[in-house]
């Protein structure tokens, strides 16, 4: 039976392991091991039958691993873990790079191991109704859509909002249309004592509609929304609290989504990935995409 080490245990990582442990105590997998170099971190897990400061030992007890590590640190997991024979999910972005992500994707194929990203909202009931309705034309041909992922928070070190933010609403957008952004154009705002972006407008195309993409560190109203308008219908949907909104000529109603646990969806699927060696819908390819979209955003934005 599978065993699963979760590195990094912030805020993150500790909802992850959680999420591992109740799968290990209903028989799911065997066992779960919680990995960080900060001792306060481990003290304060509850429920891993391991908890340990370094990698190494973390690796020789463990099937995969679930990586919840600052972005730079992805990469350098990553390749150990290969080498280890250990199969892989990291959490998004894979890593800020893309020549340093298609290195680990070519290591891990040449070894067949399971490498994944966390894109979590392809696991979420309600994107995956918007894509059926999508699929089935219910929105007709989409002109425009709107995506808004805002908080407020203090800007953490060593990233921009790009990207802490901006790989969820991309990839929701390749996940319902299976398309990637083109035309880009990004504008950001800096603001003092802080290096990188706190909030960004993009505007791009997919699937032939307009998108605009509002992401922000430094707004006070929380937002997980996309707002789709199309030649049948138009949509509201909150990613978050899995609601969707259709608009049409009858007027409005609300859709009905059965909600979910997309963290525990998530992993379990990367437990399906481990046993079966079937490596479906989050693969390392939808990382190193989004990755590559990013990096556009960044070289076109205007401050």
């Known amino acids: 039976m599978t065993s699963i080490g979760v590195i990094g245990l912030g805020h993150w990582g500790s909802k992850v392991v959680e999420e591992y442990t109740h799968l290990r105590n209903e028989g799911r997998i065997e066992e779960v091991a919680a990995c960080d ?20 030992s973390t690796l020789r007890k463990v099937d995969g691993i679930h990586v919840c590590t600052p972005n730079e640190t992805h990469v350098p997991i990553g390749m150990e873990a290969v080498r280890s024979g250990v199969d892989i999910m990291i959490e998004k972005p894979i890593t800020t790079d893309r020549n340093a992500a298609f290195d680990l994707m070519e290591i891990a194929n040449e070894e067949n191991q399971i490498i994944q990203t966390g894109h979590i909202y392809r696991f979420a009931n309600v994107i995956q109704t918007v894509r059926d309705l999508y699929r089935d034309g219910r929105f007709g041909t989409l002109n425009d ?8 928070i203090e800007p953490p070190s060593g990233t921009d909002v790009l990207w802490d933010l901006a790989p969820h609403p991309i990839d929701i957008l390749n996940f319902v249309t ?13 603001i003092p004592g802080v290096d990188g972006a706190v909030s960004a407008t993009a505007q791009f195309s997919v699937a032939g509609a307009e998108v605009t993409m509002q ?40 859709y ?7 963290i525990r969806a998530e992993a379990s699927n990367f437990i399906d990935a481990i046993e079966t060696g079937h490596n479906t819908i989050n ?18 934005r205007q401050k």
Do not use: F, M
Request: glycine fraction near 4%; proline fraction near 2%; include cysteine.
């Open 37 to 56: 170099l900060d001792d306060s971190r481990l003290d304060a897990v509850q429920g891993a039958d391991y908890c340990l400061s370094d990698l190494d």
């Open 256 to 262: 009905p989504v059965e909600k979910n646990n997309t």
């Open 215 to 254: 992401v922000s560190w430094d707004d006070y109203i929380r937002r997980r929304t996309i707002e789709l308008a199309g030649t049948e219908a138009s949509a509201k949907i909150d990613a978050v609290s899995q609601d969707i909104e259709i608009y049409d000529e009858s007027g409005v109603s609300k």
């Open 283 to 300: 693969s390392a390819v939808v990382g190193v995409r989004t990755v590559e979209a990013i990096e556009r955003l960044q070289e076109v």
């Open 145 to 152: 859509v709107t995506l808004r992922w805002t908080h407020h």
């Open 178 to 190: 299976d398309d990637w952004p083109s035309k880009e154009q990004c504008q950001t705002r800096t």
